[in-house]
């Protein structure tokens, strides 16, 4: 096949990729792959394909309950979803440990809460607010403070951390063997007395493992030894409702403390066609609540109302479900707090009986269910494609999300996951390399992420088959051109 040059959005493909973090690393190949202009076919995008997955939740399902009203609202929407917020987080503890009840509700009563531009504008606000957290408040706070950031890792997480002026991020590399997650010993070696924050994502992405069974000692040991050495623990759960077949280990469980511990949640992953009204939230050490207030007072000045409305009637009846309920007039109250428009009064009975009439809640756990049967579908169809391909080594993914990390058998292709992605391109498919999440770019290693939501699982395998015989045909070859080759027409 001749050899082609290739567009990018970024401008031009970069080729000195070390010097990058891992986020500029996934703009450069983002750039290539999302250029219409180069015609290829992707094996990563999260977006949900809508000829494949049912709407889970329309704005007009939220509409017909009551008017939305446009215009400005809390800049951290904790007045308008504060109360709903803890509710769920209240109704997740118990169904993970009832026999804490009266543990659960104290947490749940105590906590800050609050709302920020996805999980990751979210986890800015907390970051943020505990940089100005004083010494009083915050013993370990000084002048050149050091965050722990595991890795591989969704690479927004690291550059988070090495924007943020000041703070420097020490990087702990999780083996494959332990599905990607870093084990408690590996955090605590990298702590120093500067240590301000440990960031952690579970389950994570894109190996999708988290803490369960023999690994959960894991993430009790670091959430006391958090707790006892006055360090901040940042976990983001935003695949929490995505752990297919056990259940979703609860970090709040594991104490019956909220100092120095803030976990984040969003719909982006688990709620088709939710990822572009960016919003998400935050619980735990109430330390913070004033600080993210005013950080997202400067940072966002306001939440966007469409969003808030989708989220809480989104949060609410997967809340209700959850409690093991039924939605009655009670749970209306939750929808009065103002997510409608500042000027929008929610009659109670009003609202209950036009979910009623429309089936809402009926149509909403099918829907979900239906997606989640897809994306539990989709998981088992790559793994077992992998298995009988000579083309890959492994399929990192432990039955959770809608990812996977494919590793390519060295024996077939020897050469690093940046010359895959040449490779690849070349031949019309487009691959996001494991270096976008903090692996090395290393001979014999070469992995990528499949996101498996995209298009249909059939078209996706058909995908899978084109990379098996690229690989195949040019196995123990060297790649025919350099980074070089793809640069901007």
């Not at 609202?73 to 440990?97: K, M, N, T």
């Not at 000579?390 to 959770?400: G, L, M, P, S, V």
């Not at 809608?402 to 895959?420: H, K, M, Q, S, Y």
Request: charged fraction near 20%; include cysteine; proline fraction near 5%.
């Amino acid at each position: 096949m001749s050899q082609r040059s290739l567009h990018s959005l970024a401008g031009r493909f970069d080729t000195d990729l070390a010097r990058m973090d891992a986020y500029q690393r996934m703009i450069q190949y983002w750039g290539v792959m999302f250029d219409r202009r180069n015609g290829l076919a992707p094996l990563d995008c999260m977006n949900f394909s809508l000829g494949h997955f049912p709407e889970v939740l329309r704005v007009s399902d939220v509409e017909a309950i009551h008017r939305l009203e446009s215009g400005y609202a809390s800049p951290d929407g904790g007045p308008e979803l504060g109360a709903l917020i803890r509710y769920v987080e209240f109704a997740r503890l118990q169904r993970h440990s009832p026999h804490r009840e009266a543990v659960n509700r104290a947490l749940v009563e105590a906590a800050g809460v609050g709302c920020g531009a996805g999980t990751t504008g979210t986890i800015m606000s907390v970051m943020n607010a505990i940089a100005r957290l004083p010494k009083e408040v915050f013993p370990r706070a000084n002048d050149a403070p050091e965050v722990i950031v595991p890795v591989p890792n969704y690479p927004v997480c690291e550059a988070q951390h090495r924007h943020m002026r000041g703070l420097t991020p020490r990087y702990v590399y999780a083996s494959a063997a332990n599905g990607y997650l870093p084990t408690f010993d590996e955090i605590a070696a990298a702590v120093t007395d500067r240590t301000v924050q440990i960031t952690l994502t579970y389950p994570n992405n894109p190996g999708q493992a988290t803490y369960e069974g023999a690994r959960l000692e894991d993430l009790r040991a670091l959430v006391r030894f958090c707790q006892e050495k006055g360090i901040f623990l940042l976990v983001d759960n935003i695949y929490q409702e995505l752990v297919y077949g056990r259940r979703f280990e609860e970090v709040f469980a594991l104490t019956d403390r909220l100092d120095y511990v803030v976990k984040f949640y969003g719909p982006s992953k688990d709620t088709p066609f939710f990822a572009g009204y960016r919003i998400g939230y935050w619980f735990g050490d109430p330390r913070l609540q004033d600080a993210c207030r005013e950080h997202a007072w400067v940072a966002e000045n306001s939440a966007n109302p469409l969003s808030m409305a989708l989220f809480g009637v989104n949060l609410l009846l997967r809340a209700v479900a959850t409690a093991g309920e039924t939605l009655g007039e009670e749970h209306m109250r939750f929808l009065q707090d103002g997510m409608f428009g500042w000027g929008q009064r929610i009659d109670r009975a009003d609202a209950l009986a036009r979910i009623v009439d429309t089936r809402l809640v009926e149509r909403f756990h099918r829907a979900l269910d239906a997606s989640h049967t897809l994306q539990r579908t989709a998981i088992a169809r790559v793994r077992d494609f992998v298995w009988q391909s000579r083309a890959f080594a492994h399929c990192f993914n432990e039955d959770i999300g809608n990812v996977c990390l494919l590793r390519v058998a060295p024996e077939v292709f020897a050469g690093t996951d940046v010359e895959l992605f040449e490779l690849l391109s070349r031949h019309g498919v487009a691959v996001l390399p494991g270096n976008a999440f903090g692996l090395p770019i290393a001979r014999g290693e070469a992995t990528f992420r499949m996101t498996l939501i995209h298009e249909p699982i059939a078209s996706l395998v058909r995908r899978l088959e084109r990379v098996d015989e690229v690989l195949t045909a040019h196995a123990h070859r060297a790649p025919r051109a350099s980074s070089s080759q793809i640069a901007a027409v």
